[in-house]
């Protein structure tokens, strides 16, 4: 099994527009489009997305079919979601792409809301 590296950050911006809390981590995802497979970190995760760091990111509007695995879990979660913002590194912020999920079943949002709901109390955790 392999090692995943979870990373808490105290502050949380909501002044955003997302609907659901946020808190940075770090995990592995791999993820496709129609034609090809990446490998990336994401810097943060909600029930709602997650943001992929890379230089690379899809444009706006592209399906994305995603894996990855979550400190505590057997299985990987595996869904879909649709690219819905793009960073280019300005403003602070690392480049990449926010994802909204489409597929998520309830199940898969439990252990990430449970999952962040763990990072409010322990600052690290590591598997």
């Not at 819905?84 to 439990?110: H, Q, T």
């Amino acid at each position: 099994m392999s090692q995943v590296s979870v990373e808490y950050e105290q502050t949380e911006d909501m002044s955003d527009r997302r609907r659901s809390h946020r808190r940075q981590l770090v995990v592995r995802v791999q993820y496709s489009t129609v034609d090809e497979l990446f490998s990336e970190f994401t810097s943060d995760i909600n029930d709602g997305g997650l943001f992929i760091e890379t230089d690379s990111p899809q444009p706006l509007g592209t399906e994305v079919s995603m894996r990855f695995d979550l400190p505590g879990q057997n299985d990987p979660l595996v869904t879909v979601g649709r690219v819905v913002r793009v960073s280019d590194g300005g403003r602070n912020d690392p480049p990449g792409m926010g994802v909204e999920f489409e597929a998520l079943d309830g199940e898969a949002s439990s252990v990430i809301n449970d999952l962040i709901r763990s990072l409010r109390v322990s600052p690290r955790f590591n598997t």
